[in-house]
């Protein structure tokens, strides 16, 4: 959608004309979002169904094309087998992208002989709402691979960030999931309800940080306050490195959030369509604010 949106002829592949049709919902689906919300125009939005491209042949689909995003299922065997097939099938320009969140150009590159055209390229869902886009290098990716693919990103609006070395969960995930295990240990430790944890961070500190990063909320307050805090507060938050106990139990009794109803909520059709229908609406407020900021 957004490559669309962006001008660009879209080629998407799939193993099904089922799995096609349902990808092409999808991104009729995210459009009305953006039009609903002001992050699209109606004329741009009447030319993307013509710049989309359906196959479920990888040769058809890669024949002529420069920039390549591979969103196949978290497994490295399937990833190596993707890659080298795409490496097999596309020109000598193109650049291979993968949207992974999970593994490293370094433990993709090795399945194609164009080493330093593999890049990781890990868009934020929902993608069409966020401007981020980490971009991890290899140790082979060539400088001319890197700028070309954060040139790209940035001609579409989006907001690339160069890692400057690989890092297993990248930036983002590292910090999001850092949160997550204070979260459930506030919970387990019986201090606060999973519904009390999430109303602080929604009415404190995840609003702040929605305009304001971390290095600048605490460069606000002084480093030497921080400090402080930090003694008083590092011993005691969560470290361990193993699965929570209250995670596990949830994975047990399938309760795995939305897909199956329940998890720490009850998930009604009614009370998913209200959350995301939620989340959209302030991160386009969020957004509009951003680029007029």
Do not use: C
């Not at 919902?25 to 609903?36: D, I």
């Not at 999430?198 to 460069?219: H, K, Q, Y």
């Amino acid at each position: 959608l957004n490559f669309a949106l962006g001008g660009y002829d879209v080629y998407l592949n799939d193993t099904t004309d089922e799995s096609l049709e349902k990808a092409l919902e999808s991104v009729g689906t995210s459009l009305e979002t953006m039009l609903n919300v002001g992050l699209a125009d109606e004329a741009s939005a009447v030319a993307v169904p013509g710049r989309i491209h359906t196959s479920t042949s990888m040769e058809e689909t890669v024949a002529d094309v420069d920039f390549v995003v591979e969103a196949v299922f978290e497994d490295m065997d399937v990833k190596h087998e993707v890659f080298a097939r795409l490496d097999e099938l596309s020109p000598e320009r193109t650049i291979l992208s993968s949207n992974t969140s999970s593994f490293m150009s370094s433990q993709l590159a090795p399945a194609t002989k164009r080493p330093d055209k593999v890049v990781v390229a890990n868009w934020w869902n929902p993608p069409y709402l966020l401007p981020l886009v980490e971009i991890v290098r290899g140790a082979q990716t060539s400088d001319h691979t890197i700028d070309t693919t954060a040139g790209l990103f940035t001609k579409l609006g989006k907001q690339p960030v160069v890692l400057q070395k690989e890092s297993v969960g990248f930036i983002g995930n590292r910090m999001q999931f850092a949160l997550l295990r204070e979260a459930i240990s506030v919970v387990e430790q019986g201090i606060a309800t999973a519904e009390d944890v999430d109303l602080v961070v929604t009415s404190s500190f995840g609003r702040r940080l929605a305009v304001a990063g971390p290095f600048e909320v605490f460069d606000l307050a002084g480093w030497d306050t921080i400090s402080h805090i930090i003694d008083q507060l590092f011993p005691l938050i969560e470290s361990s490195p193993d699965s929570p106990a209250l995670i596990k139990d949830k994975v047990d009794k399938a309760e795995f959030g939305v897909k199956s109803g329940k998890g720490f909520y009850n998930w009604s059709d009614d009370a998913v369509a209200e959350l995301r229908g939620r989340v959209g609406r302030a991160l386009a407020a969020i957004d509009r604010l951003s680029r007029e900021g």
